[in-house]
């Protein structure tokens, strides 16, 4: 339960709080997250194609839109997370996203610190990859996957892993990565076709 919500539903200032403290976070929450996911996995899918898989797709355009979304993608949805936290976990209205009361509470807990850290990931895999065709050279061709395993960290961290210990924050970072490369994976043979061998 959100510490006092009892004494707060009702007021014109707490709109989401009964979703707040339900089963289910509010839309703008799960909107965040959501699209921080699937940005997570544009980038790492991609990244790891071409770095792993086909060297030779580097150059090609749709990829190098699909890393930049998922770069551009990630970077905001964190911020959008970072916003909306505030109002969540104090059980009061989205209007207040830009509460800076509630943003300095949100940046002072475990996830906020976990969604600054993915926020300087992208910032440092945007001067990385940016161009694409550059990523598979060294030291890139190394630097990138350690940011994207990295980054995977940082999604376990703001999530319930980071309270139980670092076996299950290490377990909870596989599971974000591995899923983030197969999504990912899979969006790049889709927007390369047929124009990729078999192989």
């Keep these: 339960a959100v510490p006092g919500s009892a004494t707060t539903i009702g007021t014109a200032d707490t709109a989401d709080t009964a979703t707040a403290t339900g089963a289910t976070a509010p839309r703008p929450v799960v909107t965040a997250r959501l699209a921080g996911h699937v940005a997570f996995a544009l980038f790492a899918g991609v990244a790891v194609f071409v770095l792993f898989c086909a060297p030779g797709t580097s150059k090609d355009p749709t990829l190098q839109l699909l890393v930049r979304g998922g770069l551009l993608g990630g970077a905001s949805a964190a911020v959008a997370a970072i916003l909306v936290q505030g109002p969540y976990m104090a059980g009061v209205s989205m209007s207040r996203v830009l509460d800076i009361g509630l943003l300095r509470e949100t940046l002072s807990t475990p996830f906020g610190a976990a969604m600054m850290w993915r ?81």
Excluded at 128 to 149: D, E, F, Q, S, T
Excluded at 153 to 165: F, L, M, N, P, R
């Design 119 to 199: 926020l300087g990931l992208y910032a440092v895999l945007g001067v990385l990859a940016w161009r694409l065709p550059a990523i598979v050279a060294w030291p890139r061709k190394w630097l990138v996957p350690a940011g994207v395993v990295a980054t995977a960290v940082t999604i376990a961290a703001a999530g319930h892993a980071a309270d139980s210990g670092p076996f299950d924050l290490g377990v909870d970072a596989l599971h974000a990565l591995t899923a983030g490369l197969w999504v990912g994976g899979l969006i790049t043979l889709v927007a390369l076709r047929r124009s990729i061998e078999p192989r």
